[in-house]
């Protein structure tokens, strides 16, 4: 209990710095500036001093990121898919599209550098922030430090309202009740407010659903439809009042990660239309992207990856039930797509549309490989362990649930997860494989890019936004947030290509490391390997029980002439693996990435070690201790 003594003192100490020469007057959440008045024994010998609040410029363009969860490269029709985005395809249309853009093979990670414009293992964010997830390391706690400050807390300080809906995936499960604390939920972060889920997945219908600082009760819609609306609501209230003042807001849909739920009238859309299988859909796919420009004319479609079963020797019953994944993945997409125009429509309704600058990142990984061989309708991945003869005869016993709020953790099968990312081989986690890590970028902004329909191929990450953003707005990263220093960014501004297609690239580096698959970029040449572990292995290859990562096979690629990693140099040029190998090495020391943690680690609950944690194989915080 606080005495009556320490209050008192504690009042006097706060009155008494009022005299100091570096008190400071008001604002907490800008930044603060020295007292400049001067402070008498009586009014009429004292001068106010007032800390003008801070404006964007005039005609300062508002700000848009959109980022989709687990879609694939070549799902949407904007980027040589077969699944109608008529939105994304006006966006790009009138925009640029960026093929050769990355994000960290994962989505916590991503997001992660993403809102800080670092890497993720350099801002705590190696693994996730769920229990199970995270270790007490650097750079795998889960716990973004404040002085990597986010591009919310950014732009507030300049003058912006900023705005967050959807999936936020960065706050410690530890944190994530009702008691907080609150510094790493959204509001923690920079955001003045925020509508969505905490976590990394959640039921579309029933979602474990946030407003601001507390757990609310949601309303029997789905989530994406919830999440425009409110996102409509904050702009308009935003604008009612303060109709010159820019905002940033950050619009994050649960789609397309499992549960892959949506209407009938969206997945009926697809009805029949993927009955050809994953083979055909490869083909189709490869083509178009060729025929849009997306992918170089010489190009080759890698093989069906030899975990997946040709679609013609599978039988009829797989088939319809494959099929049908499908077709609710695709009206999903589809219906996303419906969302993000009803928020394009208000902005052009509200004549805001033209000064308006929008990100849209299709994916925060490759597509998902963790529907597994067979797809998943409401069991958890963690912990089936059914034969593949029983998990397909489960399936088909509940198929008409596929899409349905009772499909709780619809996932489609690994087939078209590969067939979701044409032109590459392999999907999200993946870290070494650019199926794991390239998704499609697409920046639109009416005032400002002069070559609509423009495709750009220089090198980008998602740690490249913030920076990019900051350079077309005119801000200059900040040397401190809220009193606290801030650390360097490390991403690189794409502002340089905006009006040039043929400047060269200069993001130069990149590591990627997800659960011991891992690989390094220099000026095109890449550097990788899998790190076998028994878990969520579709190969079927052994796992490596030796545990040893000198055991791990490194392979090479110049993704100048070979950009989906079709021939492995690593033998032709010995040399120029060692000096990868020994980049990566240097990577790691700097971003935290040592210790190696990989997936045989996390399931055999060998990190988070913490005192008063219950080891378990459970993602999220239990139900009971959330408000209801």
Not at 3 to 23: D, E, P
Not at 189 to 210: I, R
Not at 231 to 248: C, E, G, H, N, S
Not at 406 to 420: C, D, I, K, R, S
Request: aromatic share 12%; hydrophobic share 35%; with cysteine.
């Amino acid at each position: 209990m606080i005495s009556k003594k320490t209050l008192i003192t504690a009042s006097v100490i706060v009155a008494g710095g009022l005299y100091t020469a570096g008190a400071y007057a008001q604002n907490i959440t800008q930044q603060q500036q020295p007292f400049q008045g001067v402070i008498g024994k009586t009014l009429a010998t004292s001068k106010e001093s007032w800390t003008a609040p801070i404006k964007a410029p005039k005609g300062a363009p508002n700000v848009i990121w959109i980022l989709l969860d687990d879609v694939g490269f070549g799902a949407t029709s904007t980027f040589g898919g077969v699944i109608s985005t008529p939105t994304f395809d006006s966006l790009a249309n009138n925009g640029l599209r960026y093929v050769n853009f990355h994000t960290a093979a994962i989505c916590a990670p991503t997001r992660a550098a993403l809102v800080t414009g670092r890497n993720h293992h350099y801002v705590h964010m190696g693994g996730f922030a769920h229990t199970i997830l995270s270790a007490g390391f650097p750079g795998y706690d889960g716990r973004i430090p404040s002085d990597k400050g986010t591009v919310a807390e950014i732009l507030r300080e300049n003058g912006y309202n900023t705005f967050a809906v959807g999936k936020y995936g960065l706050t410690p499960d530890e944190d994530a009740t009702d008691a907080g604390p609150f510094d790493r939920w959204p509001s923690g972060k920079g955001f003045d407010h925020f509508f969505g889920f905490l976590g990394s997945q959640t039921d579309q219908y029933k979602p474990d659903l946030v407003e601001d600082n507390a757990h609310v009760k949601p309303d029997g819609r789905h989530l994406s439809e919830q999440i425009t609306d409110k996102a409509i609501f904050y702009l308009t209230r935003q604008q009612r009042v303060a109709p010159d003042k820019p905002f940033f807001l950050y619009y994050a849909p649960g789609a397309t990660h499992a549960p892959h739920q949506v209407s009938k009238e969206w997945s009926d859309l697809y009805k029949g239309k993927f009955d050809g299988g994953w083979d055909v859909f490869r083909e189709q796919v490869f083509a178009r992207q060729k025929k849009l420009g997306i992918i170089p004319a010489n190009a080759v479609l890698p093989p069906r990856n030899p975990a997946i079963k040709a679609w013609n020797t599978l039988s009829a019953d797989e088939k319809r039930l494959y099929a049908r994944f499908m077709e609710v993945y695709a009206g999903y997409l589809t219906y996303t797509d419906h969302e993000v125009n009803r928020l394009v429509s208000y902005l052009k309704q509200s004549n805001q549309l033209d000064n308006t600058l929008v990100f849209v990142v299709i994916g925060d990984n490759g597509a998902s490989k963790e529907g597994s061989q067979n797809g998943d309708i409401d069991r958890s991945i963690l912990v089936n362990s059914k034969s593949e003869e029983e998990t397909i005869r489960y399936n088909l016993s509940k198929i008409d649930a596929i899409g349905t709020a009772a499909g709780t953790e619809v996932n489609y099968p690994l087939g078209w997860a590969q067939a979701a990312n044409t032109p590459f081989k392999y999907w999200k986690q993946d870290a070494n494989a650019e199926g794991g890590t390239r998704n499609p970028l697409i920046v639109f902004y009416p005032k400002g890019i002069k070559d609509k329909g423009g495709i750009r191929t220089q090198y980008g990450h998602v740690n490249d936004l913030l920076p990019t953003t900051l350079e077309y707005l005119g801000i200059t990263p900040p040397e401190y947030i809220r009193g606290i220093k801030q650390d360097t960014l490390q991403g690189t501004s794409l502002v340089y290509s905006f009006d040039n297609a043929a400047a060269p690239s200069r993001h130069k580096i990149q590591y990627y490391y997800i659960f011991g698959s891992r690989s390094i970029y220099k000026d095109g040449w890449k550097a990788e390997t899998y790190h076998q572990t028994g878990f969520f292995n579709p190969s079927g290859a052994p796992a490596d029980t030796t545990r040893d990562y000198s055991n791990d096979k490194w392979e090479l690629y110049n993704l100048n002439e070979d950009f989906n990693e079709n021939v492995d140099l690593a033998k032709k040029y010995p040399e120029k693996l060692r000096e990868l190998q020994d980049l990566f090495d240097d990577q790691a020391k700097k971003n935290n990435i040592y210790p190696f943690i990989d997936w045989d680690d996390v399931f055999k609950l060998r990190i988070h070690k913490k005192p008063g944690v219950k080891a378990s194989l459970t993602i999220g915080t239990p139900a009971s201790s959330k408000s209801k």
